[in-house]
Each structure stands twice: as C-alpha cells, then as structure tokens.
C-alpha cells in the first residue's frame, strides 16, 4: 500500500538534554559532588542538524518561559528524570523544563537543598541563552518535598541560603505551582509523633522522620529548628505567586496540616489574590488524580497567566 499524506507541522519538535552539571557541592563526608539537571524543550530537530547539518527552516528558537520541576521522595533522594514522563505537556505547552536533582538529607543538611534550588534557578538564567530561556520568566514547581522547596523558591527571600554559585543572576522566581508539600514541617512532625506508639508505624522518633532526617543534629531542638525551614513562616509581600493542589485523603502530609495552614497564612497577609487553592477530591499523597489532564490544564493555565 502506498499513499500520500499531509500531517502539517503545527506540533513542535521536543527534545532532552541530560546530565546538566549546575552545581559543584560537597555531602556531608566532605566527598565532592557534581548536582546535574536535565533539560527537555521545543529546540529545532536535533538529529536532523546531526544528520544534515542544518535544521528544519519551520523551528521557532525564540526565548521560552521556564519551570524548574523539583522532585519528592521525603528529601531522600529521587532521580530527577523519574517524573519527566509527566512533563511533556508542560514543553508541548511552550515551556522550557528543567529537571534538577538536590542533595539528598543523607548527603546535606537543611538548608542545604535549598541553596541548591536557588542555584538551579541562577544557573538557567546564567545559560538562558544556550537553552532558549527568557530570563525574566522562571517558575518552579514540584510535589511533596520538591513542593516544599517550591514553595520556599517562592518566598523570593534573601535569607543567607543563596550559595556561592553564578551569583550574577537573580534566584526570584515569577510563579510556583506547590504539589501537596509539607510547608510546615512542625505540624507535620505532631502528627507523626501521635503515631510513634503504634509498632506498625514507621518511625518511632522524630529523627527518623522524613523532617527529621532533613535537619539532623540533636533531636531535642529538631521542632524548634524546623520553624526555619517551614516555608509558611516567610510568608511575604515579595512572594510570587503561587498554585497549591493537595488531596484531602493524603495520608503523608494531611492537608490540615500543611496547605490548609500555608493558604490561610497567605490571606492573613493580604495575598489571596495571588493565590489559587486546590483541593484535590479524594486524591492521596501523589496519587493518580494529580496527573490527569485535567488537573494538567490547570497548572498550565495558571503558569501562562503570570510567564506569557
């Protein structure tokens, strides 16, 4: 069978950039380590300019929007290309899609993972260029312990956190879209400490915790440490702003204890207006209701509202 066909070329070439070192940092052995990001955007057709040497006269390298996606995992680790599957509508959507990899709390201390957000952040900007970024438009977003470290992002502080890397640029970001993070690391520490006598749980002290393991150091003063590193007591005029999806049935992070208490934090500051709060019917800790289209639609939507 042979036929003709005309598909057009309105879709948009998508390509992945792997193993982009932005930092250079040491764990907690003083063992050095190199941070790596990776990059997935509309750049022309890279295998044709291999093959051919030149590209499809039809690509628009024009500046993008950026987000920077932060992943999970409790700050112990996740590899920062396990979400990227879900992450093709945000570039078929005009974004360009970083996906970085922070130190781990085995490898860093807060605030250290925070400093490496930052740094992510100022290096897009340093290589806005070379990765078609529009420099004065980065967001970040992330779920559970990335949606934390967004939402800290998101504060737009300057709070001694910033590092010592590309120091030339800026780390404010213009949007944040927080997925079910633990922002207040305190109340989430009281939840889990009423669980401790139950053998079935799986922790029975709060070092083991997921905040716990974030902070290290004595035990003793970890709730009152863990006030610096709630993103809901910096609270602030100069916060950008900010998406919040958590599902009312998340075993991990109750709702109640985490957005419920960032959202009515940012109306005490006057700052609804810059603010969308979703609940999430049904939905648990990262469950399959956040990856919908749906919900999809939404998060693009409210980044094209303050990026384009």
Not at 9 to 30: C, E, M, P, R, W
Not at 258 to 264: F, H, K, P, V
Not at 268 to 289: F, N, P, S
């Amino acid at each position: 069978m042979k036929k003709v066909i005309n598909p057009g070329f309105a879709k948009k070439t998508i390509n992945l950039i792997d193993n982009i070192v932005y930092s250079h940092q040491k764990d907690l052995n003083g063992n050095p380590m190199e941070l790596k990001m990776s990059i997935m955007l509309q750049n022309g057709n890279s295998e044709m300019r291999l093959a051919a040497g030149e590209d499809d006269p039809k690509e628009d390298h024009s500046p993008k929007p950026a987000l920077l996606w932060i992943p999970g995992g409790g700050w112990r680790g996740a590899d920062k290309n396990l979400m990227l599957g879900e992450m093709s509508e945000f570039a078929r959507a005009g974004y360009v899609v970083a996906s970085m990899y922070y130190r781990s709390s085995a490898e860093g201390h807060w605030p250290d993972q925070l400093i490496d957000v930052k740094t992510a952040i100022r290096f897009l900007r340093a290589n806005a260029e070379k990765y078609e970024i529009n420099p004065d438009k980065v967001a970040v977003f992330g779920r559970s312990a990335g949606g934390h470290l967004a939402a800290f992002a998101a504060m737009n502080t300057e709070d001694g956190c910033e590092g010592t890397e590309w120091k030339a640029f800026s780390d404010k970001v213009q949007a944040c879209c927080n997925m079910f993070g633990p922002t207040d690391i305190v109340a989430n520490m009281e939840v889990e400490e009423k669980k401790f006598a139950d053998p079935n749980f799986r922790w029975h002290s709060v070092e083991e915790t997921h905040g716990g393991a974030l902070l290290g150091g004595d035990p003793a003063t970890m709730k009152e440490r863990a006030k610096a590193a709630s993103p809901v007591n910096f609270v602030n005029p100069d916060m950008c702003p900010m998406q919040i999806l958590h599902g009312n049935s998340d075993p991990i992070v109750p709702i109640e204890a985490s957005s419920d208490i960032l959202y009515q934090k940012i109306c005490d500051a006057g700052l609804e207006d810059r603010t969308e709060y979703y609940v999430v019917e049904h939905a648990g800790h990262g469950t399959r209701e956040f990856f919908q289209d749906s919900v999809k639609e939404l998060m693009i939507a409210f980044f094209d509202k303050y990026l384009k």
